[in-house]
């Protein structure tokens, strides 16, 4: 059975703060890991990984996977009270048309 | 842009309603899929539906049964609805191919008393 793990489950900073999310995964015939980022609304993509030890970056936002460690992270420099949201992480197998495992999601709380 | 809608974002229901959640993509996507969502499990995938008339069951689908008759629309049927079926229901699609990109629509928070 496929599993992704997410931690911490919740976390709180204030803005300006650096924040380090973490996805660890065991799954067969691993394909991809992504990342959305969850508002009061539709998940939101920020990243999809295939290869170990390049990272994604967009903005403050970047994105690393470990593929002999079975992990990724997820790193939010500067924090703003706008970031603050459920973050999840899944990961697709090679041969599953596509279906997504998730993550129980990270909720990050940023305070003024 | 992607877009996916679902027909409600609120509903309420009672217990043994036969219930419908619509979901419509405009992006000629192949794959759809049904999620629920409840705190601190996550996303946990109902159904999906990798091209019209076809279907498959995902981690749960106890109590709930899918249609696609069109490509871009899937709906999502209970049966007999129950209260631990409330829940927040996010639908999604996927062009197919190399992407695994799923695009997400609003979702629907469904309460059955």
């Known amino acids: 059975e496929d599993k992704v793990v997410q931690s911490p489950l919740s976390l709180v900073v204030h803005e300006g703060d650096t924040v380090t999310l973490n996805c660890s995964y065991e799954?067969?015939?691993?394909?991809?890991l992504l990342w959305y980022k969850q508002e009061k609304k539709a998940p939101t993509f920020l990243f999809m990984l295939?290869?170990?030890?390049i990272e994604k970056k967009s903005g403050r936002l970047s994105s690393i996977l470990d593929k002999k460690e079975l992990f990724s992270i997820l790193n939010i420099t500067a924090t703003q009270t706008g970031d603050s949201a459920i973050y999840l992480c899944?990961?697709?197998?090679?041969?599953?048309?596509?279906?997504?495992?998730f993550g129980q999601g990270t909720i990050l709380t940023v305070h003024p | 842009d992607v877009k996916v809608t679902q027909s409600s974002r609120y509903l309420v229901k009672r217990t043994g309603e036969k219930v419908f959640l619509e979901c419509v993509q405009d992006?000629?996507?192949?794959?759809m899929f049904w999620y629920r969502q409840d705190p601190g499990l996550g996303l946990r995938l109902i159904y999906f539906?990798?091209?019209?008339?076809?279907?498959e069951k995902g981690d749960i689908p106890e109590g709930y049964s899918v249609s696609r008759e069109k490509k871009e629309r899937f709906s999502l049927i209970l049966e007999s609805a129950s209260t631990n079926q409330t829940s927040m229901y996010l639908c999604?699609?996927?062009?197919?191919?190399?992407?695994?990109?799923?695009?997400f629509g609003p979702g629907t928070r469904l309460t059955v008393l």
């Open positions: 999604a699609s996927r062009a197919g191919g190399a992407s695994n990109e799923q695009f």
């Open positions: 799954v067969t015939n691993f394909r991809s």
């Open positions: 295939t290869s170990s030890g």
């Open positions: 899944a990961v697709a197998r090679g041969t599953s048309y596509g279906k997504l495992t």
């Open positions: 992006m000629d996507h192949e794959n």
């Open positions: 539906s990798y091209d019209v008339k076809m279907k």
